[in-house]
Nanobody, 125 residues
Framework: QVQLVESGGGLVQAGGSLRLSCVAS????????MGWFRQAPGKEREFVAV????????DYADSVKGRFTISRDNAKNAVYLQMNSLKPEDTAIYYC??????????????????WGQGTQVTVSS
């Protein structure tokens, strides 16, 4: 089992940047594929990005491709989401999630058994 804690959210102007972090407790962090999701008010939770257990495979939602970068540091049990060129429509609560399947690249939230508490990102226009 793994516990996830996100940090790094905040208020930023459009065009700005933020870096989200998610630190995991527990063992064998490299056995988990890690995803980032977000949920805006009144909307369903949506996929943002995923990275495989080794970090060698990455996938992004089209809406963030070219602006966001997901990475992980298995020595630190951490996954990151670097967000550049932020837009007001990126405003949401951002969640990191883990699934015990290092090679998976799931975009569906139901595939992830472990979730953090979320961190708020607000982008002002």
């Amino acid at each position: 089992q793994v516990q996830l804690v996100e940090s790094g959210g905040g208020l930023v102007q459009a065009g700005g940047s933020l870096r989200l972090s998610c630190v995991a407790s527990g063992r064998s962090f490299n056995m988990y594929a890690m995803g980032w999701f977000r949920q805006a008010p009144g909307k369903e939770r949506e996929f943002v990005a995923v990275v495989s257990g080794s970090g060698g495979r990455i996938d992004y939602a089209d809406s963030v491709k070219g602006r966001f970068t997901i990475s992980r540091d298995n020595a630190k049990n951490a996954v990151y989401l670097q967000m550049n060129s932020l837009k007001p429509e990126d405003t949401a609560i951002y969640y990191c999630a883990a699934t015990y399947d290092p090679g998976s690249m799931w975009r569906q939230s139901f595939a992830y058994a472990y979730w953090g508490q979320g961190t708020q990102v607000t982008v002002s226009s």
